[in-house]
C-alpha cells in the first residue's frame, strides 16, 4: 500500500510538473497557426491616424513673409521643431484638439480638424490661411502621443516616435513580453469614436502581420496576463527534474513522519 501511494503521488505530481513547464510553444513568436494557435485573415492594412478629441498637433507655418512666421511660430518654433515629440515643453507649442472637433488658430480662428489625417488637417490649415497669407505652407504633426503597457510585470508609459508602430516594436520598447507572460491572451484596449474596444488575439501566430493587431494607435493600452505556470517558476528539463525530486523527497519525509511515527519502519 505504502509504494502503491507513492507511485500514484509520483505519477500525478510529475503529470502536474509537464503540463505546468513554460515551453518554447509558449513562448515563441511567429509560429505558424495549427490547432492551438489560430489563424488571422488578412483583415486590415496600416491606416493613417485620424485626429480626435484631446490630441494634441504641432504646428509650423513656412511663407516668404518673415512677418508671417513670426506671427504665427514664435521665437521658440523652430528650435522645438525637431524635437517636438519627446519635448516636455511641448504642450506650450501645440494645439488642442476640442471637444467641437476644432482648433483655434492664430488670426484664422477654428479650424475643424476632428476625423481628418494629418495630411488632411495640413491641406485644410493651409486653405484656412491662403486668403490672408498666400505663398504659406505648414508642417503638421501630432504630438505627445503614448501608449501603455501593464501585466506580466512589464508596466510602462512609452512615447509614440514614428508614424506607426506595430505591437513588436511595442514590446521591445518595454523589453519584451517576460518569460511569463501569457501570449495567448494579449488584450489591447483601444478608445475609438464609438466608445472604449478590447481585441484579444494570440501575440504567437505569424498571421498576425496582416491583421488588425499589428499595429497599434496613440492611447492604446497592452494588456498581457501572467501564466498560470509561474507557480511552479519551470523552464526547462533541469529545473523540472530538481523540483520533482525535491518535492518526491519531501513527500516521504513527511509520510514517515505521519505515518510510521519517524521510525523509518
Do not use: W
Not at 490547432?35 to 507655418?61: C, H, M, Q, W
Not at 505652407?137 to 501603455?148: A, G, H, M, P, Q
Amino acid at each position: 500500500m505504502y509504494r502503491i501511494c507513492l507511485r500514484l503521488l509520483f505519477i500525478s505530481f510529475l503529470l502536474v510538473q509537464l503540463s505546468s513547464c513554460v515551453t518554447a510553444r509558449k513562448l515563441n513568436y511567429m509560429q505558424d497557426p495549427n490547432n492551438i494557435i489560430p489563424a488571422y485573415k488578412d483583415s486590415v492594412a496600416y491606416e493613417d491616424y485620424r485626429l480626435r478629441t484631446g490630441d494634441k498637433i504641432f504646428v509650423r507655418v513656412y511663407s516668404t513673409h518673415e512677418e508671417t512666421n513670426a506671427l504665427f511660430n514664435g521665437p521658440y518654433n523652430q528650435l522645438l521643431s525637431v524635437s517636438m515629440d519627446a519635448n516636455p515643453q511641448a504642450d506650450l507649442y501645440s494645439y488642442t484638439v476640442q471637444p467641437n472637433g476644432s482648433i483655434v488658430f492664430p488670426m484664422i480662428g477654428e479650424v475643424s480638424v476632428a476625423g481628418k489625417t494629418a495630411r488632411e488637417a495640413t491641406r485644410t490649415l493651409e486653405k484656412a490661411i491662403e486668403p490672408l497669407y498666400s505663398f504659406s505652407t505648414i508642417e503638421l504633426r501630432v504630438v505627445n502621443r503614448y501608449f501603455s503597457i501593464i501585466g506580466a510585470n512589464r508596466t510602462g508609459y512609452y512615447p509614440i516616435l514614428r508614424e506607426k508602430i506595430n505591437i513588436f516594436q511595442a514590446l521591445a520598447m518595454a523589453g519584451d513580453a517576460g518569460t511569463y507572460a501569457d501570449r495567448s491572451r494579449v488584450r489591447i484596449i483601444r478608445e475609438t469614436d464609438h466608445g472604449t474596444v478590447v481585441k484579444v488575439f494570440d501575440l504567437r501566430s505569424e498571421s498576425i502581420l496582416n491583421s488588425e493587431y499589428y499595429y497599434i494607435e496613440p492611447n492604446d493600452v497592452i494588456y498581457i496576463q501572467k501564466l498560470d505556470e509561474q507557480f511552479f517558476s519551470i523552464l526547462n528539463l533541469p529545473s523540472l527534474i530538481a523540483t520533482t525530486i525535491s518535492t518526491i523527497s519531501f513527500g516521504i519525509f513527511m509520510y514517515n513522519i505521519l505515518f510510521t511515527g519517524g521510525s523509518g519502519n
